[in-house]
C-alpha cells in the first residue's frame, strides 16, 4: 500500500514547521547560476548564445592534468575510497606544506593545514570558528561571495568600494579605519570577479597594519583581528607576481589564515580538494567543525593531489599550456573590446592580471532602455548573445556598468563570434 502524501502538503496556513530560520530564510540563491539558468534557456530555444559566466571549465576544453586523472585512477584502484581524517591525510597536508615553502616561500609547521571539500567548507569554518554574532567582516566589494558567509554566521559587516583605478582592489585607507572593531579582513587576490592581483606594497602595508593592531591588542587582552587571504587563483597570474602576506611580513602568520584549492589551477572544481593553512591553533578549532559536516575531500582525490604536490615540476609544462591557452583568451577578448573602443563604440575594460576573468564596461545607461545593470546584461544577452555577470551579483552599486567576463569555457573561435555580436549590438545603439 502506498501512502499519497500530497494533501498534506496543501492547506498548511503558517504552520510553524513552514517558517525558516531567520538566517536561512534571508538568504538569496546565487544571480550567477539564475543567470546562468536563463542562458540554458535560450541555448535550448535555439538562440546563438556564448556563455561567459561560471567560474568553471567546460572539461572538454580544459581537462584535468592527465597526470592528475591517472594518479587519481589508481588511487580508486587501490581501493582508497574509505573516510579521509577530519583533517586531511597525512601525506597531502605534508605536501601542501612543502608546496608552500617551494613555490610561496614560506614554511608552515606540522599542524597548519585542514583539508576541506573545496574552499568553501574552510572558508565557511574559518569564519565560524572565529566569529561570534555581531562580530565585523571588513571586505572590499566587488567580491566573491563573502556577504553569504558573513549572513550564515549572523556577523556584522563594512563593505569597502573600489573602482577600477586600484584594479577594484582596495587601498590602505580604505580598510584602516575599520580594524579597531574588525575581528576578520577578507582579501581576494588574484581577485574573483576583476581578473586582477593585488599590488605588493598594499598588502604589505594592510598586512603590517593587522599585525600592529594585534600588538595593540594584546596589550588590552580583546580578541584577535585575522586576515582571511583567498588565494585559490594564486597560481593563474599574467605578467604578476603574486605573493602572500605571511611572506611580506612574517610576523602575519599568527593572523593569517590562507584559503586555496586545486578547484581553478588544475580546472578541477568538480574534484573538490581544498584547504586551509592558517594559525595552529584555529585549525584545531576548523577541524571538528568539518569533521561534523562532513566537508572532507574524497579520499581518493586526497591521495593524487598530494602526490602532484609532492612533485609540482611534473605539472608544470601542462600548466605552461594551461595558463597560455586562458591568456590567450583573456587577451582576445580585451584586444577587441579595445579594437571597438578605438572605433568609438561605448565599451573599455582592464588588462587581465590573473584568474579566469576579465572586466569589462558598457557605457550604456540611458541608451537602448537601459537604466541598470541588470538590464545592460539582459541587452547583452537578448541583443549580442553574450552572457556576462554584472558586478552587481558581487556586492557592487547598480549603475557602473562593469560586468565580469569569464573564459573557462571559452575558445578562439566562440570569442571571435562572440566579439562580432558585440560590435554589431553596440553599432546599432
Not at 574573483?192 to 587582552?221: C, Y
Not at 573590446?337 to 578605438?342: G, N, W
Amino acid at each position: 500500500m502506498t501512502i499519497d502524501l500530497q494533501p498534506w502538503f496543501q492547506n498548511v496556513g503558517d504552520l510553524p514547521a513552514r517558517t525558516p530560520n531567520q538566517i536561512v530564510g534571508a538568504m538569496q540563491g546565487s544571480d550567477i547560476l539564475r543567470i546562468a539558468s536563463e542562458i540554458q534557456q535560450r541555448q535550448a530555444e535555439g538562440h546563438p548564445v556564448s556563455n561567459f559566466t561560471i567560474g568553471d571549465f567546460d572539461p572538454k576544453i580544459f581537462p584535468i592534468p592527465p597526470q592528475f586523472m591517472d594518479a587519481i585512477e589508481a588511487a580508486l584502484r587501490e581501493g582508497q575510497t574509505n573516510y579521509p581524517p577530519a583533517i586531511g591525510i597525512p601525506e597531502l597536508r605534508s605536501a601542501i606544506r612543502a608546496f608552500y615553502k617551494e613555490r610561496l616561500g614560506i614554511d608552515y609547521p606540522e599542524g597548519s593545514v585542514q583539508v576541506g571539500a573545496g574552499a568553501r567548507p574552510p572558508i565557511y569554518a574559518a569564519f565560524r570558528s572565529l566569529l561570534d554574532p555581531g562580530d565585523l567582516v571588513v571586505y572590499p566589494v566587488p567580491t566573491w561571495n563573502v556577504r553569504y558567509y558573513v549572513q550564515m554566521n549572523d556577523a556584522r559587516e563594512a563593505v569597502v568600494q573600489t573602482g577600477p583605478e586600484t584594479g577594484f582592489m582596495p587601498t590602505a585607507e580604505d580598510i584602516l579605519p575599520h580594524l579597531r572593531e574588525a575581528r576578520i579582513v577578507l582579501l581576494n587576490s588574484p581577485l574573483n570577479p576583476a581578473g586582477t592581483v593585488i599590488a605588493e606594497d598594499l598588502l604589505r602595508e594592510i598586512t603590517q597594519a593587522i599585525v600592529d593592531e594585534n600588538n595593540r591588542r594584546a596589550k588590552t587582552g580583546e580578541r584577535a583581528l585575522y586576515l582571511v587571504f583567498d588565494q585559490v587563483y594564486w597560481q593563474l597570474t599574467f605578467g604578476r607576481e603574486h605573493v602572500s602576506p605571511v611572506k611580506l611580513v612574517p610576523e602575519s602568520a599568527r593572523y593569517v589564515i590562507h584559503i586555496d584549492a586545486i578547484s581553478k589551477c588544475w580546472a578541477a572544481t568538480g574534484l573538490r580538494v581544498g584547504w586551509a593553512v592558517v594559525p595552529p591553533w584555529v585549525r584545531g578549532r576548523m577541524q571538528p567543525l568539518i569533521g561534523h559536516m562532513g566537508a572532507w575531500a574524497a579520499r581518493a582525490e586526497q591521495k593524487a593531489t598530494a602526490q602532484m604536490l609532492a612533485k609540482p615540476a611534473l605539472l608544470d609544462p601542462w600548466m605552461d599550456d594551461f595558463k597560455g591557452r586562458v591568456e590567450g583568451l583573456l587577451t582576445q577578448f580585451s584586444s577587441g573590446l579595445r579594437s571597438m573602443r578605438d572605433e568609438g563604440l561605448p565599451v573599455d575594460c582592464l588588462d587581465a592580471e590573473g584568474a579566469i576573468y576579465l572586466s569589462a564596461r558598457f557605457d550604456l545607461m540611458g541608451r537602448a532602455g537601459i537604466h541598470d545593470d541588470e538590464g545592460l546584461r539582459a541587452f547583452l544577452l537578448t541583443e549580442a548573445g553574450v552572457g556576462v555577470v554584472p558586478f552587481t551579483a558581487f556586492g557592487m552599486p547598480d549603475g557602473t556598468g562593469w560586468l565580469r567576463v569569464s573564459v573557462g569555457t571559452a575558445t578562439p573561435d566562440s570569442v571571435s563570434a562572440a566579439l562580432e555580436r558585440l560590435r554589431g549590438a553596440l553599432k546599432k545603439v
